[in-house]
């Protein structure tokens, strides 16, 4: 097992830029997950640690070791790939001990890693099945299997779910991060899924057109989103934004957005007059008729034990986690007061975070 | 109430089965007559080939046989009256046309040219198609499309248009009527086919497996050999029985460049000549034979073409 570093790396395709500049450490032992929308460049991140794809320029460390120029054969990497890619001419066997023939392990000791490495991951009845018959989340254990029945450096993982139906799903996060627990091996894992994310990660880092725009816990994440990007793509419902005009002065105790007077945490920057926005989360949302932050319900979302509730204001759409009991009646007016200590400030052209004591110490990529 | 029956919308229906099925085995019992009588004639005497109103039934000889395998010489009946009795089989039916065994034919050199210079060029037409094709499905190739252009336009014209500039190399290089001139022609020749054919099997073949592979610690030769080679069999079969079926039929080249120590099946065939004219039993038996090759490697392939192996552990 081994930490694995990323400096600097960069990827381009002619033009394109599929990754810029990324920086980010995967202590050993971490479950590390990148997470971003299609086309963000985490494959191709992936693919470059694996050494299946050279970077323009950049280093990666395997364990203290720089690694940017070996062959992917000689890192000692274990990759699980998107689409499983078991070899179809094998069955179940001969696929998980194909990287020990590879090294030249002798056939009984192979046996013995094969069977072992099955029984772990609960397969060992299907070891002379043809691969092609196999189940979805069998499929997806022979990957697992082919990956840790080596014992490499550090498992990579691209979008090992994205195949698997829901219900699958669910049952293989848990146990990945079961296997996790059990091996603790070092882990990059891809997906663009943010619950998968949220539940399995250590540290995310969060991807953007190329940008890490976000690296940390997954309540890092949350809770102290660096970008406006980070705190959209993150939550379902997403974070809510209030636009609205005006200047921040360090240590200010609130904004005034048209008339109504919101209290923050305090800012620990200034911004001149501009375009801000005040991010809010469906959770810190309350109606309070007391409120000069008004809106009129235009519809509710009824969830169990909470509802959506969706109200629209002059400064945009408001999503409200609400308990279910509340009465909302869509073309009703309503007050609308904020959670201040969880407010998130963004600056409306950058769509950065602004410096406030509820945000310090959050790492941008 | 109206009566529906159910019926699938894409399943044929029956009656839609059984008139395509009748029209099939309509075709495949018409494109088999031609066969059929090469291998029945095979079978006839000289006379009975060439009888007005053809016959269907006949007694079956095997003169054919004999004639395409040895040479024979006439000769008096007083010299035969003092040969010990003729020993049974094509001795007996020789002697019967007043005639004794001179000697073998030139059938077994033949068939084997045949057997080398096809087999030898369809082997070296895959295996390089397999390797280029993988080439280009792979890497980056410098100017990729102009150059696979170029290798199809190789199949633009026929093949033969080009015989008489190859005929003149060959002579001037030494390779006319050698094993090694045919097999390259025909190599040359199958090649562009093999890499068009297989490159489209290959870029079916998903990358992440020989990637995985590369990745578990094999080199990418490796990886090609254990990984995508078993993959693309389907592909290499198929490709291998056009090459083939092209080199063993050939026919013009080997006028033009054979004459003996290389000369195929196809030039040899018509020139079977027996006493007053073409013998038909005897080229007759040659094709009959010579369609059992290709007709034995088709068999064997089409094992190997129907178990298609399924791409299904790499969903989509
Ligand atoms: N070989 C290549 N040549 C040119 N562009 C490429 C190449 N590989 C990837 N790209 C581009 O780089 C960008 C990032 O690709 P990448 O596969 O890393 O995205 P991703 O984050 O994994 O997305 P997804 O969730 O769809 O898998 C994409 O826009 C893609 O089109
Ligand atoms: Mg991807």
Redesign the interface.
Same mark, same amino acid.
Request: charged share 20%; net charge positive; aromatic share 14%.
């Given at each position: 097992m081994a930490e694995i570093r990323v400096e600097k790396l960069h990827k381009a395709f002619g033009e394109f830029v599929a990754v810029r500049e990324s920086d980010f450490t995967v202590a050993d032992g971490e479950f590390f997950v990148m997470l971003g929308p299609s086309g963000c460049g985490k494959t191709t991140t992936l693919r470059m640690i694996? $050494?299946?794809e050279l970077p323009t320029s950049g280093r990666i460390l395997l364990g203290g070791e720089d690694v940017t120029f070996n062959?992917?054969?000689a890192?000692d990497?274990?990759?699980v790939?998107?689409?499983?890619?078991?070899?179809?001419?094998m069955n179940v066997r001969q696929n998980i001990g194909?990287?020990l023939k590879?090294?030249g392990m002798p056939r009984a000791e192979i046996r013995a890693r094969v069977e072992e490495t099955a029984r772990f991951l609960r397969i060992d009845h299907l070891l002379s099945q043809p691969?092609?018959?196999?189940a $979805?989340g069998d499929?997806q254990r022979v990957a697992l299997g082919?990956a840790i029945v080596?014992r490499p450096k550090a498992f990579l993982m691209d979008e090992p779910l994205g195949?698997l139906d829901t219900e699958f799903r669910d049952l293989m996060v848990r146990e990945l991060r079961e296997l996790h627990m059990r091996i603790a091996a070092t882990t990059v894992y891809v997906t663009h899924d943010q619950l998968e994310a949220m539940s399995m990660a250590d540290k995310i880092a969060v991807m953007n057109r190329g940008d890490i725009e976000q690296f940390g816990t997954p309540q890092e994440i949350y809770d102290r989103p660096a970008t406006m990007f980070v705190a959209d793509f993150i939550g379902s419902p997403p974070m809510n934004f209030l636009a609205f005009r005006g200047s921040v002065e360090p240590g200010a105790a609130s904004v005034g957005i048209n008339g109504a007077i919101v209290d923050i945490p305090a800012p620990r920057e200034a911004r001149p007059e501009g375009d801000l926005a005040l991010g809010v989360r469906p959770e810190h949302v309350r109606f309070d008729d007391g409120s000069k932050l008004r809106g009129t319900v235009f519809g509710t979302e009824y969830l169990g034990t909470t509802q959506i509730v969706t109200v629209t204001t002059a400064h945009g759409t408001v999503k409200a986690r609400l308990p279910a009991d509340i009465r909302a009646e869509a073309g009703e007016t309503v007050g609308l007061s904020l959670r201040s200590e969880r407010l998130t400030l963004f600056d409306g052209g950058s769509g950065r975070a602004i410096r406030t004591a509820q945000n310090e110490g959050t790492h941008h990529g | 109430m109206s009566k529906t029956t159910a019926h699938s919308v894409v399943a044929p229906t029956p009656t839609a089965r059984r008139v395509s099925g009748a029209i099939v085995i309509l075709y495949a019992l018409i494109t088999m007559i031609p066969l059929a009588w090469i291998v029945m004639t095979s079978f006839k005497t000289p006379p009975d080939s060439i009888a007005y109103p053809p016959k269907v039934l006949f007694e079956p000889s095997l003169e054919g046989y004999c004639n395409l395998f040895t040479t024979r010489s006439r000769q008096t009946p007083e010299y035969l009256e003092s040969l010990p009795a003729p020993e049974p089989g094509c001795d007996a039916i020789v002697r019967s046309r007043n005639m004794v065994i001179a000697g073998p034919s030139n059938v077994i050199p033949r068939f084997t040219n045949s057997i080398i210079i096809a087999f030898g060029s369809t082997f070296l037409a895959v295996f390089l198609g397999t390797i280029t094709a993988y080439a280009f499905s792979r890497f980056k190739v410098p100017f990729a499309d102009d150059i696979l252009f170029f290798i199809l336009s190789t199949r633009f014209m026929p093949p033969i248009a080009v015989a008489i500039p190859i005929f003149l190399m060959y002579r001037a290089i030494g390779l006319s009527d050698t094993h090694l001139g045919m097999i390259l022609l025909y190599t040359a020749v199958n090649v562009s086919l093999a890499v068009w054919l297989l490159k489209g099997f290959i870029d079916e073949i998903?990358r992440?497996?020989e990637?995985?592979?590369?990745?578990?610690?094999?080199?990418r030769l490796?990886a090609f050999v254990k990984?995508v080679l078993?993959?693309a069999a389907t592909g290499i079969a198929a490709t291998a029985i056009f090459c083939l079926i092209f080199a063993w039929n050939e026919y013009a080249f080997a006028v033009l460049l054979t004459s003996g120590t290389a000369q195929t099946m196809p030039p040899f065939i018509p020139f079977i000549i027996g006493e007053g004219g073409q013998d038909w039993p005897a080229v007759a038996a040659a094709t009959t034979l010579f369609l059992i090759p290709i007709f034995v490697f088709t068999i064997l392939l089409r094992k190997h073409l129907l178990r298609g192996?399924?791409?299904?552990?790499?969903?989509?």
């Open positions: 694996a $050494g299946l062959r992917a054969a890192r990497i274990a990759f790939f998107q689409l499983f890619a078991l070899y179809p001419h194909f990287p590879c090294e691969t092609s018959r196999l $979805g499929r082919r080596r195949t | 998903p992440e497996y990637e995985a592979a590369m990745i578990d610690g094999y080199s490796h990984v078993p993959q192996i399924t791409f299904g552990a790499v969903r989509k």
